[in-house]
């Protein structure tokens, strides 16, 4: 896989509607290209969205991070929500 820090990273939110993911989720895309598809949050049990779209962009911007970072995969601990303060 190419370096990813040359190349170009965004951030879309989006609201989830149906029902077992109720909530926010995020996607990153890596030159126009989905990268990461978020529908919930990560290291929890079940499927459940973030409560806010704020919340979505700090997740997703620490997984934005780690990704321009060449962490790969760009996995997320209940102690990176916990100094988010995501619950």
């Known amino acids: 896989m190419p370096e990813i820090k040359s190349q170009k990273v ?11 993911t109720n909530g926010w989720g995020y996607d990153i895309y890596v030159d126009s290209q ?25 997740v997703g911007g620490l997984v934005m991070q ?6 790969i995969p760009p996995t997320v601990s209940k102690e990176e929500l916990d100094s988010l303060k995501i619950e």
């Open 10 to 20: 965004e951030l879309r939110t989006y609201q989830n509607m149906n029902g077992k």
């Open 66 to 71: 780690k990704i321009k970072d060449n962490i």
């Open 34 to 58: 989905l990268y990461v598809h978020q529908p919930h949050i990560p290291a929890f049990s079940g499927e459940r969205g973030f409560k806010t779209e704020e919340q979505a962009i700090k």
